[in-house]
């Protein structure tokens, strides 16, 4: 059923009612349509704060997205379309006074679907780090997720990037940049992105068609966030191979011949599927650069009433078979150095959720593990990273009953449930060599869905 609220609420005559009622109207988001463009800044206003970067590094990405002259401060009754604060000078408690002052100024005159992004050290755990400063940089992620809640009606997104020190140079912010104030990371906000310095990115990469020559596979692609993942890293230029269960042939075929990809059928709750994945990947295209672990089930019961068969059922599928076909792949040399592995966490594997003790020990098992792995990969340049969708409208969410997925739409900073595609373009960012920079995360795609006192 579609969100009501979001239907409505935008037409003159209901909109009024919904004003009088005292009901907030979910706002619209401008999302990505077709494939990235590399001028997202022209004709915007982009207002920004320095602090321990070197100014030319904004400035020269701010050229490369087709910005116009930087600005630091508003007249009052204009509005921004980006705000970039650069925090890495901030040491003390009282230098947070810097965040208050630019925010108390511009959060107000942010214009609908605005970006903010935020650019602050990540804590330093050397002993001559502890203390003030690294209390400080903390301080700036719970002011972050906080600005998030306050402007998300405007449907505007607020995200924090950590680098490790000010040196942090313009090929490594770029891709990050162009992703978070874009039309692609509409339904990313409240999140932290960790710029690893050792990230390989030799020159300045944008996202545009980036994935051009790139062989990606897709798992459980024949509909809802696999089908879409499989749509845009087509568009960006990959060739993609759309893998999903037999009984899903017909499904699978349609979606891989409207990208011109291929469609490989396995069950992935079966033991040869890592076999047949990988001997496929061998003949027809001797390697793959971009694997994407999207299949996943779900069969909720309370743990006392859960059938065994239901539990073994899930941990296969969403987390048994992802590491069974990984092991293989990398034993072979099936993935490419420069490689990309994305796996579909959720966000029930941070917080849990009831009847889904099975399907949450998956996910929170798949944050654990693109940690682990990240690490045992970094030599080739491999990343792997995941990604957790909060509230998804997919054939999955459908089957919800009606209050729990009215209340699953309305816990975001935006007030509405997030699309196939909000996940894909998470995806296909994480999957471009841009991306270098990023290894063992769990990005969420949840419309900012934290609660806390
Ligand atoms: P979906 O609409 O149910 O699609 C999943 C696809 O995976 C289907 O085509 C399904 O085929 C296929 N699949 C299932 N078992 C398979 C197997 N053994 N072998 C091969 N393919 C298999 O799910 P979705 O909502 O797009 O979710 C995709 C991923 O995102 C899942 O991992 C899910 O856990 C995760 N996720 C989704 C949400 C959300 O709100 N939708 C939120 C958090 C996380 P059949 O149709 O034959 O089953």
Redesign the pocket.
Known sequence: MADFLLEYGHKPGWKSIFNVLGITVPPRLERLKGSWKKQILAGKKVVTATGGINASVISNINDELGGHALINSLPADDRADVLLFDATGIETVAQLKLLYDFFHANAGKLANNSRVVIIALTPDPSPEGRGERTASQQAIEGFSRSVAKEVGRKGATVNLVRVENKSVTENQLLPVLHFLFSEASAFVTAQVFRINSGGNVPQLVSLEKSLAGKVALV????????EATARKLAAEGATVIV???P??SD?GKKVAESINGKFLT????KED?ATIINDYLKKEFNGVDIVIH?????RDKTIAKMDEKYWDMVLN??LQ?LIRTNNLLLKSGTIRKNGRIVC?????GFSGNFGQTN?SAT?AGIIGYVKALSEELADKNITANAV??????????AKMPLFTKMGGRRLSNLNQ?GL?ED?ADAITFLSSPGAAVISGQTLRVCGGSYIGA
């Not at 396995?266 to 709750?269: K, P, T």
């Not at 579909?344 to 029930?348: F, H």
């Not at 957790?388 to 969410?397: V, Y």
Request: glycine share 12%.
């Open positions: 798992t459980g692609a024949a509909r809802g966030i696999g893998l999903d269960r009984e899903d499904a396995a069950d992935m709750s599927s999207n299949a996943g089930i779900t599928v969403n078979a579909l966490s959720s966000i029930s399907y996910k957790a969708p909060g509230f998804i409208e997919t054939k999955m969410t449930g196939a996940v």
